[in-house]
Nanobody
Framework: QVQLVESGGGLVQAGGSLRLSCAAS?????LGWYRQAPGRQRELVAE???????YYADSVKGRFTISADNAKTTVYLQMNSLKPEDTAVYYC??????????????WGQGTQVTVSS
């Protein structure tokens, strides 16, 4: 069983920055973030794999940066130039296969990110 513990999030003005962290209880192939805004489907934000492959959704390219510690058990999401449309609950997600094509099996508890205009 993989446990994911998230931290970070909060309220920020448009143009500001936030950093999310997610600590996994074990070393796993793929770690990343999904988000869900009210009334919208959950969507992939970014993924980083054990081999260092990185994926970003088009909507966050150039603004968000995903990274991991050397042990590849903690993943970070640095979010810059935040927009009101980035407002959502952000969920850490993980699996032994890529989470790009479908969400992974393991989920964090979710953390709220609110961007005010």
């Amino acid at each position: 069983q993989v446990q994911l513990v998230e931290s970070g999030g909060g309220l920020v003005q448009a143009g500001g920055s936030l950093r999310l962290s997610c600590a996994a209880s074990v070393y796993i192939y793929s770690l990343g973030w999904y988000r869900q805004a009210p009334g919208r489907q959950r969507e992939l934000v970014a993924e980083i794999t054990r081999g260092g492959n990185i994926y970003y959704a088009d909507s966050v390219k150039g603004r968000f940066t995903i990274s991991a510690d050397n042990a590849k058990t903690t993943v970070y999401l640095q979010m810059n130039s935040l927009k009101p449309e980035d407002t959502a609950v952000y969920y850490c997600n993980a699996d032994s296969v890529t989470i790009v094509t479908r969400p992974g099996h393991y989920w964090g508890q979710g953390t709220q990110v609110t961007v005010s205009s």
